[in-house]
């Protein structure tokens, strides 16, 4: 690749012919001036073109096997959204369950919710799901829904303070958003 190109005095090797749109426009001639180069200057010209068409191409090929690797990963990760949106409402009424057993349930019954609730958290878990539950944290917009908002001296304005409903996180994407009460004295 050491050949040179030349016109109006100006000598470029390819590499610096293919590696600049700006040299390219300057040094390749118009269809008209095409006519009058001597073969030799055609040819090396066309290969020019043709090696930066090459490059291009090159470029476009890799640009896009990069994305579609990205598509697959995500597609990895995150495919199981569905099914999980699906099964959060499974979960809470679990939680539910337990919170409101009546009296008259034994101890076993109780056990037998908790176990099946922290089973159904591990099965979550192994697929990348994390519960949202911002005790004692600022309201985030991005991972609480503001249910209410209500007073309290012992905490601080932005600060959560009930929590109504877990929020699941899935890889670091929220699918669903934790809903809780805001603090504003």
Excluded at 12 to 20: A, I, P, Q, T
Excluded at 55 to 72: F, G, P, T, W
Excluded at 92 to 98: G, K, P, V
Excluded at 99 to 105: P, R, V
Aim: charged share 35%; net charge negative.
């Amino acid at each position: 690749m050491s050949k040179k190109i030349k016109k109006e005095d100006k000598s470029l090797s390819e590499d610096e012919l293919m590696n600049s749109n700006e040299l390219e426009d300057e040094v390749l001639p118009k269809e008209e001036e095409q006519e009058n180069l001597s073969d030799e200057d055609g040819a090396l010209l066309r290969v020019a073109e043709l090696e930066s068409a090459l490059l291009r191409s090159a470029a476009d090929l890799d640009n896009a096997m990069k994305r579609s690797i990205l598509e697959v990963d995500r597609a990895h990760k995150y495919g199981v959204e569905k099914l999980l949106n699906e099964l959060l409402p499974v979960l809470d009424n679990l939680e539910q369950a337990l919170l409101n057993l009546s009296e008259n349930s034994s101890l076993e019954d109780k056990e037998g919710i908790e176990l099946t609730l922290k089973s159904f958290e591990s099965a979550l878990d192994k697929f990348g799901m994390r519960p949202i539950y911002p005790v004692n944290e600022d309201f985030n917009p991005e991972k609480h829904e503001a249910v209410t908002m209500t007073k309290d001296e012992n905490k601080s304005d932005n600060e959560v303070g009930e929590v109504f409903q877990r929020g699941w996180e899935l890889h670091n994407r929220v699918i669903r958003p934790a809903r809780v009460t805001v603090i504003k004295n």
